[in-house]
């Protein structure tokens, strides 16, 4: 009896003495290390300090937090084992029509002549609508036509693009009021941005929604035997996923003073990227929001500091693409030491 | 430590086939094997016994090649060799069949067995003519009735192991591992096995056996050895042994009782079931299940017993037939309701429908209980499942360092107490366990069986399935056997026997029922 005991016990401790370092906490450190790199290619390239200028920084989170909106419900699709491409051309048709809500009456082109001035919650609500509903057909075809996610938001993402053009045959929905444009003003979408990803932390932490995202991810069918509703979940999930690209068109156009169909165009890889670098693993049951938010954050620093040391867009498009294999490689290389681990 | 007896000895004189010496192996923070040794006689099978994480797999990995070792040697008929990867060990005369399988689903049995080594014609295409007498004549050696060309998708598990095993005998290897190749077949087909194996001893090959079965043991085995935490224990002549001497080494202390069934006090009818069918699979089942009862399923792999039990949980609702709870009719469409209603299923294979690998063991401890009672609103009340799970963890004594450790870095054997604990949480009134041992060390075995009958002692019902006959003589207080979907016949616990299931299990004739 004491044999096995202590050997047991011997075993265990070996395991606890390996501490593990939460992914989040490296994914920021590697953040910290692109901004110190940038801080000193700037001093060497411009003679100049990247970090110590809160404009900079500000236009950067800035750029960051419409595709962080998305990169949030990207990341709950992502833990429950699925993909969603729709997001970006989402954002461009809800932010057609929260455009073509928003409209002041002293515009004579406007889109709905009789629908102008209205108050800021129309527009909104409308967006967020059109937005769910999109969402909303994706899990459909996902969850009943059993269509894998990476067709069903495929087809979402080449429709919803035709559907932003059509809708005013590819015109700019412009002369937005102020009341509406106010939601895009300052550091608005930074505050929006932030209080949607500590909405869905907590969401994905402390309640039964989330349990069941990563339980789907990690084992749909298990899920299914604990008394899961599979179905219905996926389709709140990618409901949900859409909301959030429906929010982020109206942060968008808010921000512009226009609703352009050409909006959002890629966004939808950006948020992947996001959710990726930030620890969320492609295989499902795996992923935090404080991880997407760093991993947004990285391709801002990236961004922002590529322009700083005035590397020509090209070039910072060929280096983002790096990184992105780069997150999944080690993605990959997670998954199998875990595997391992498990074996 | 137990002192460690190689006791060479036994084997004067004896001619190895293979001799592991010295070997260590470390994973990123756990010790898997340390300074093991192993010896295998030419001509004879070799059980290799230990509860799970006692560094069978791992060391059998080693030998064919799929982990390198961190130290120690490995000796083919007396020459030291090299091992790289799995190729290695293969083109050096050993072959391994694995506990999992490895078959491509959507190509023909000939295609797997002789994969990257099919039969070439003149133009360098393979020579499908040549392949399929090729594997015709590997079948009959084998005694296997197969059909080269069907395509392994359409396979029952035990047809895939069988492939699997016809595969490593068509390597002709020196030294054959079996790791549980019988985990998945019923009696009649590894009687098969068996055979099979006491050919390939006739022809001087060494063939290493894991198994947690100790029948398989007395059965088959020549020698046997013992590991336990990583560490070789003991080695010696199966004639030597007795099953209680090597469960004492298996575990480092005696495990008294393997089935403590008490008589309890067996109440009122819970589940009554009526002329259940699900179409093409079974059909007419009908049968009661008392408070405080065992019903136990016996009946061979694919005889349907699964599917009742996911009927039953509403996986698959049954095509007809009728289901009563407390003499109340129900319909059951989905697990949720079967829930709500009282029952509760653990599923035969714990990695497909179990466990949710990635994520913690408290996770998925309480994965099925979030509603009533542990949740406010939408928000999970995590307080009390934390003491909740933390109690259950207690009462299985899972050996985990913390609640928040993957589930996936468990053993077997804890890994099927935390299962049950997701399933006792949920207070059942009927409790259906499929397998509820499979896989299972010998010690987590009997605390499992002492739980079940803990909680029929508590008016719980309980259906139990389970491949192993000691297991359901064992616990069962009335068997019901099926063959082919159909029920042949109800057992009560002082008349059944191996022999009278075994009897029902292979006849279609259905002999005059004995329901209560």
């Not at chain 1, 991993?295 to 590397?311: P, Y």
């Amino acid at each position: 009896m004491n044999n096995t005991m202590e050997t047991t016990d011997r075993l265990e401790v070996i395991k606890k003495r390996k501490k593990k370092i939460p992914t989040e906490i490296s994914i920021f450190l590697v953040l910290v290390g692109i901004a110190i790199l940038f801080e000193i290619l700037g001093w060497i390239v411009r003679g100049d300090s990247f970090l110590m200028n809160p404009q900079r920084l500000l236009i950067m989170i800035l750029q960051m937090s419409i595709i962080g909106i998305i990169a949030i419900g990207v990341t709950q699709v992502i833990i429950t084992g699925g993909i969603d491409l729709s997001s970006g051309s989402v954002l461009a048709l809800t932010a057609m029509v929260t455009a073509s809500f928003a409209q002041q009456s002293d515009y004579l082109r406007a889109v709905y002549p009789a629908l102008t001035d209205l108050p800021w919650v129309v527009p909104l609500l409308a967006g967020l609508l059109i937005g769910a509903l999109a969402g909303l057909v994706n899990g459909a075809l996902i969850a009943f036509a059993m269509i894998p996610p990476f067709i069903a938001t495929l087809g979402m993402m080449v429709s919803a693009r035709g559907m932003a053009r059509a809708y005013t045959d590819g015109q700019p929905v412009s002369m937005l009021t102020d009341q509406f444009t106010w939601i895009g003003s300052g550091a608005n979408p930074v505050i929006i941005f932030l209080a949607v990803a500590v909405l869905f932390h907590i969401a994905l932490k402390y309640t039964r929604y989330g349990k069941y995202t990563y339980a789907i991810g990690a084992n749909p069918q298990a899920a299914r035997v604990s008394g899961i509703n599979v179905r219905r979940h996926l389709i709140m999930v990618y409901a949900i996923a859409g909301l959030l690209a429906g929010l982020a068109g109206v942060v968008a156009s808010a921000r512009a003073g226009t609703g352009q169909a050409g909006m959002g165009l890629m966004y939808e890889l950006d948020a992947i990227a996001a959710a990726v670098i930030g620890g969320t693993s492609l295989a499902g049951g795996v992923g935090r929001i404080a991880g997407t938010v760093i991993g947004a954050l990285i391709l801002g620093v990236m961004l922002s500091g590529f322009t700083f040391l005035g590397v020509d867009a090209y070039y910072q498009d060929i280096v983002k693409g790096a990184i992105i294999v780069a997150a999944v490689v080690i993605d990959q290389y997670r998954q199998r030491r875990r595997l391992k681990a498990a074996a | 430590m137990a002192t460690v007896t190689a006791e060479d000895t036994t084997y004067d004189n004896a001619d190895f086939i293979l001799e592991v010496a010295d070997v260590r192996k470390a994973f990123p923070g756990v010790v898997a094997l340390d300074n093991v040794q192993l010896k295998i006689r030419a001509g004879t099978v070799h059980a290799l016994m230990g509860e799970n994480g006692a560094g069978k797999s791992t060391l059998m990995k080693i030998i064919a090649g799929v982990y390198i070792p961190d130290q120690g040697e490995i000796r083919l008929k007396g020459k030291p060799l090299q091992l790289h990867g799995p190729l290695d060990a293969l083109k050096a005369g050993i072959a391994m069949i694995h506990q999992e399988l490895n078959l491509m689903p959507y190509m023909s049995i000939a295609e797997n067995i002789w994969i990257r080594r099919e039969p070439l014609n003149a133009f360098g295409m393979v020579n499908h003519d040549k392949m399929h007498r090729m594997t015709e004549s590997l079948f009959e050696r084998l005694g296997i009735e197969m059909d080269p060309e069907t395509q392994v998708r359409h396979l029952t598990v035990a047809g895939r192991q069988m492939i699997e095993i016809a595969k490593a005998v068509s390597y002709e290897s020196d030294v054959l591992i079996m790791d549980e190749p019988t985990s998945s077949l019923a009696d009649r087909e590894v009687e098969h096995l068996f055979r099979i194996i006491n050919d390939l001893r006739s022809q001087g090959k060494g063939i290493i056996y894991i198994t947690h079965k100790m029948d398989e043991v007395f059965e088959i085995a020549d020698d046997i050895s013992i590991f336990r935490d990583g560490q070789f224990i003991h080695s010696a002549a199966a004639s030597d042994m007795t099953s209680n001497e090597i469960i004492k080494l298996m575990v480092g202390r005696e495990v008294t009782q393997m089935f403590p069934k008490e008589e309890v006090p067996i109440g009122d009818v819970v589940l009554s079931v009526e002329d259940l069918c699900l179409e093409g699979v079974f059909s007419d089942i009908s049968f009661d299940v008392r408070a405080g009862e065992i019903l136990g399923l016996a009946g061979l792999v694919g005889s349907g017993r699964t599917n009742i039990a996911e009927t039953l949980f509403g996986v698959t609702p049954p095509t007809s037939g009728r289901i009563a709870i407390d003499g109340k009719e129900e319909i059951i469409s989905s697990p949720h309701q079967a829930m709500l209603r009282g029952l509760a299923l653990l599923t035969e294979d714990r990695k497909e429908t179990g466990l949710f690998l990635g994520l913690s063991v408290e996770e998925n401890m309480e994965m099925a209980v979030l509603r009533d009672g542990y949740t406010r609103g939408t928000f999970v009340d995590q307080s009390r499942l934390d003491q909740e799970c933390d109690l259950m963890k207690e009462r299985l004594s899972v050996k985990t360092p913390s609640m928040d450790e993957r589930i996936g870095n468990l053993s077997g054997g804890n890994q099927q107490k935390v299962l049950i604990g997701r399933w006792l949480m949920t207070k059942p009134r009927i409790l259906i366990l499929d397998e509820p041992t499979r896989g299972v060390d010998v010690g987590a075995k009997a605390e499992i069986h002492k739980l079940i009958t803990e909680l029929v002692k508590q008016g719980v019902a309980v259906i139990m399935i389970s491949s192993e006959l000691p297991e359901v003589l064992g616990m069962s207080d009335r068997i019901m056997v099926m063959h082919q979907g159909r029920v042949t016949g109800f057992l009560g616990r002082r008349e059944a026997n191996q022999v009278n299931i075994m009897e029902l299990a292979s006849s279609p004739v259905a002999p005059p029922a004995v329901n209560a």
